[in-house]
């Protein structure tokens, strides 16, 4: 079966740098996406990673190893607005296929 | 603005009442996908749409019944739901691989569905 696993909860204060991980075990790998959901909101779409390493944009920065079925979500210089839920979600498949999600991780940034 | 629109955005209904949720997206997209959110799941593939053809029905009750008439539009028509049936229900659409980049789901802002 399929199974990605990321922290339920976390809080970090303004200003900091927070770390989200993600564990995947899948039947295949085509790469691995980051989103962002605001309560009430699309997902938006925040990183992709299919190579092993890091992968930085702006403030946000993702990390994947596929040896070890891993990958982080790094949030620097955290601000009010980054407090959301942060969905890690594998494409098992080739092609134009969907997305498998974990439950995703509640972010609460506190000042 | 994502691109995805979905309508309505909140819709409360009896078991016996029969509902549809409407899905369009303006990015040129050829697949279209439901999901459904509930509170401490993970995202839930309901159906896949390409070209206008379904390609995945992930094991849905029939009580839900997807319709593409188009590749921009997609439609959720409800029947006789369950009290269970209640979640967020999220739309995307996304196209093909581009020189070898894997392209990303784009989702709608979803129809909180209550069933009484």
């Known amino acids: 079966g399929q199974n990605i696993d990321q922290p339920t909860e976390m809080t970090a204060t303004e200003g900091a740098i927070v770390q989200i991980n993600c564990t995947y075990q899948?039947?295949?790998?085509?790469?691995l996406f980051w989103y962002q959901q605001h309560a009430g909101e699309a997902p938006t779409f925040l990183s992709y990673n299919v190579l092993d390493g890091l992968e930085e944009k702006g403030r946000f920065s993702s990390f994947l190893s596929r040896s070890k079925g891993y990958s982080y979500l790094l949030l620097k210089e955290l601000q009010m607005k980054d407090s959301a839920s942060y969905l890690c979600a594998v494409r098992d498949r080739g092609g134009n296929t969907p997305l498998v999600f974990g439950k995703g991780t509640r972010l609460s940034v506190i000042a | 603005e994502t691109g995805v629109t979905q309508t309505p955005r909140h819709l409360v209904m009896g078991m016996t009442n029969k509902k549809s949720l409407k899905c369009e997206q303006h990015?040129?997209?050829?697949?279209m996908y439901w999901y459904k959110q509930s509170a401490k799941k993970p995202l839930e593939l309901m159906f896949v749409y390409n070209f206008k053809e379904q390609t995945e029905n992930n094991s849905v009750p029939s009580r839900f019944s997807p319709e593409c008439p188009n590749s921009s539009h997609l439609f959720l028509h409800l029947h006789t739901l369950q009290p269970e049936d209640s979640a967020l229900y999220l739309c995307?659409?996304?196209?093909?691989?581009?020189?070898?980049?894997?392209?990303?789901?784009?989702f709608g802002d979803g129809t909180r569905l209550s069933i009484l």
């Open positions: 990015l040129g997209h050829n697949a």
């Open positions: 899948t039947s295949g790998f085509n790469g």
């Open positions: 995307a659409s996304s196209q093909p691989s581009s020189g070898g980049y894997n392209q990303p789901q784009h």
